[in-house]
């Protein structure tokens, strides 16, 4: 099988670089541009299937790149992790308001998780749930999996057989595309972040 990773397009709280998690923000201008620009990037690609995140940044910038061709199928295991009461708040705001918890969070953001908000070993547990539906109901072809900076570096790290903790090593930009081969040995990360198909004023935003 081989795996496309999409991270959505840029949203206003990509830009003004505040936490999301599961706020439903909507793709920007710039954001619908960035899928139409994926869409055609993947338009030779034959594609069989396309999950995607039941968030309306993840999934608007699937069905622009399903162009009403290809089967496109929401799953909520595919939601970036849940940052609680800190989404809508920039990391200096939240160094303000919750300085204690952000420390606690930093120090081991395995098993703790911001004020109402999931762990990373949470979002690994479901990352690698629908990773291995995948592997199970996909055998061979190509899918393609549209979600969120989070999910997919945790899903890197899984394919590769790292630890779910090595996840911050990997920078996915905002419509970016990677891409893994698996095979019975093992997966091969073929290409990762690549923004080639966006202008260049947008390619590292």
């Not at 953001?109 to 004020?115: C, F, I, L, S």
């Not at 073929?190 to 390619?203: G, K």
Request: aromatic residues 8%; glycine residues 6%; negative net charge.
């Amino acid at each position: 099988m081989k795996l496309l990773l999409v991270r959505h397009g840029e949203t206003d709280w990509n830009l003004a670089q505040r936490f999301q998690g599961h706020s439903d923000i909507p793709l920007n201008q710039v954001g619908l541009q960035q899928a139409k620009a994926l869409r055609d990037r993947l338009s030779a690609e034959p594609i069989e299937l396309i999950y995607s995140s039941d968030l309306e940044r993840a999934h608007e910038t699937a069905k622009i790149i399903a162009n009403g061709k290809n089967k496109l199928q929401t799953d909520s295991r595919l939601r970036e992790v849940h940052f609680g009461d800190w989404e809508g708040l920039t990391y200096h705001e939240i160094q303000e308001k919750y300085p204690g918890q952000l420390a606690a969070w930093e120090q081991d953001v395995y098993k703790t998780a911001p004020p109402h908000g999931e762990t990373l070993e949470q979002l690994a547990e479901h990352t690698r749930s629908i990773l291995n539906d995948l592997l199970v109901n996909h055998k061979a072809g190509t899918i393609l999996v549209v979600a969120h900076g989070g999910v997919i570096k945790v899903l890197i790290c899984l394919a590769l057989n790292l630890p779910a903790t090595l996840y911050w090593q990997f920078q996915i930009a905002p419509a970016s595309l990677s891409e893994i081969a698996f095979y019975p040995a093992g997966a091969i990360l073929n290409f990762m972040n690549d923004t080639s198909h966006l202008s260049p004023s947008r390619e590292s935003a």
